[in-house]
């Protein structure tokens, strides 16, 4: 087999990338490790930037999207049983944010690909990927017992941060930063109506939580738990009556409870590969980065990577330069930190740390007051939130 890029994984980035390049004409083959209803089973992200959106028009699969997302102007932080809310329209003159979950964005993203008879080849075992530092890399993979190899001019890693394209990299030719936070979240997906019509950040002596959505019927809530908690300790009851705990009053009031249709704990980690191309081996997405969830930035910066990587490569086809090619890894990453940095800001403000001496808890307090009482504080948050320009 032989293709212009050979795509290494079946996430969002992967997806994205696939469909911004059949847009410009050139070739790709995608390769995931999983089945598709297990990519399509993993819960993750709810909350697109509008820059997002945007780039799921262009690649053809806003339909959808434009019916079910949830456009939402504001959310609310929450502190010592008040809640402030940010009004992200009103702060960054008009921008919004839209709740749709990632499952659905990859189902859109898979589905169009499909319709486009365009190759993915799924439970692709063994990948591996050869002589990327060559004008001829290629990638080899085993499926039902027969060994197969790809030949491409590029290969994309979009394998996520467990993949195996970032691990074929010399350890002499990359640098990775690294900060673990010590809690995770405990994530409960449940068929009730949201206690809130926009999302709720909580910080409570108790822990973090957070109030999420779907839709109008489907509710995704949150829990701060120590990183090596046993999610099996956690029963729907006791679930339901940490999160009221760690909410106003009002909030707690409004949460409807009911059986959970999926349960687990994420992991908190701040994470950044440095550089992001090797020779004919690019990076993008969780495979190049991971960002707390707090600040709602993993998906939508898979998105700016794609974005920005499918740019380099149709230009290198449209137009025999390799301007972006070459550009590509510092502009990605000048996007990519400073979302780390807002992701890291907001993790630390509204987050309980164990190690926080009495000067730092004042300090998170201070910091909290001081955004209720700043116009400035609380545009730095907005501007952030809906997403800083591609
Ligand atoms: P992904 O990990 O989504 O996709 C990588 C794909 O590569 C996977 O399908 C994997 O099976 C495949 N793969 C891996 N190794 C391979 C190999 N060797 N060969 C072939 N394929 C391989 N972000 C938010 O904004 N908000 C959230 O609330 C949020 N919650 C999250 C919860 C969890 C548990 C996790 C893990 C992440 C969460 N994220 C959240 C971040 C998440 O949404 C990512 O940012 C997003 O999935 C990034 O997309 P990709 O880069 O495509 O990586
Ligand atoms: C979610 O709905 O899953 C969600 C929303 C906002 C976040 C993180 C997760 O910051």
Redesign the pocket.
């Known amino acids: 087999m032989r293709t212009e890029v050979a795509i290494?994984?079946?996430?969002?980035?992967?997806?994205l990338l696939g469909a911004l390049l059949a847009r410009a004409g050139v070739e790709t083959v995608i390769?995931?490790?999983?089945s598709r209803d297990?990519?399509l089973g993993?819960?993750?992200?709810?909350?697109l930037e509008q820059g997002t959106v945007d780039l799921l028009a262009r690649a053809g699969v806003e339909a959808r999207l434009r019916r079910e997302g949830l456009v939402h102007e504001g959310f609310f932080m929450g502190f010592a049983n008040r809640r402030l809310r940010i009004d992200l329209t009103e702060l960054t003159g008009g921008r919004h944010v839209t709740v749709y979950g990632?499952t659905e964005v990859?189902r859109d993203l898979m589905d169009s690909r499909d319709a486009a008879g365009l190759t993915t080849i799924y439970e692709?075992e063994d990948?591996a990927i050869h002589d990327f530092d060559r004008d001829t890399p290629c990638v080899t993979?085993v499926k039902d017992g027969v060994h197969h190899r790809l030949d491409c001019d590029f290969i994309a890693g979009?394998?996520?941060?467990?993949?195996?394209?970032r691990a074929s990299v010399p350890s002499g030719a990359i640098q990775l930063f690294e900060k673990v936070y010590p809690f995770g979240?405990l994530?409960v997906l449940a068929d009730v109506p949201p206690c809130s019509h926009e999302l709720i950040y909580a910080n409570h002596a108790r822990g973090f939580a957070l109030c999420?959505m779907r839709s109008p019927t489907r509710s995704r809530y949150?829990v701060q738990v120590p990183a090596d908690e046993d999610v099996g300790a956690w029963s729907d009851q006791r679930f339901w009556d940490e999160l009221r705990l760690r909410l106003d009053p009002e909030a707690a009031d409004r949460v409807v409870t009911g059986p959970s249709i999926e349960k687990?704990i994420?992991?908190l980690r701040s994470f950044v590969a440095e550089p992001l191309r090797f020779g004919r081996l690019f990076l993008?997405?969780?495979?190049?980065h991971?960002?707390p969830?707090t600040?709602?930035?993993?998906?939508?910066?898979?998105a700016g990577?794609a974005y920005y990587l499918s740019e380099a490569l149709a230009e290198h086809y449209r137009e025999r330069s390799d301007a972006g090619i070459r550009a590509y890894s510092e502009r990605a990453l000048a996007r990519i930190w400073k979302s780390e940095r807002f992701s890291w800001s907001l993790t630390m403000l509204l987050h309980r740390f164990d190690t926080m001496s009495p000067f730092e808890q004042r300090m998170q307090e201070a910091d909290f007051r001081y955004v209720e009482s700043s116009r400035a504080a609380q545009t730095a948050i907005a501007e952030n939130y809906v997403g800083l320009p591609l």
């Open positions: 290494i994984g079946a996430g969002p980035a992967g997806l390769l995931e490790r999983k297990y990519v993993r819960i993750r992200a709810g909350v990632q990859t692709a990948v993979w979009c394998d996520g941060f467990h993949g195996v394209c979240w994530g999420s949150y687990s994420a992991p993008a997405g969780d495979a190049a991971i960002v969830p600040g709602a930035k993993g998906l939508n910066l898979a990577d």
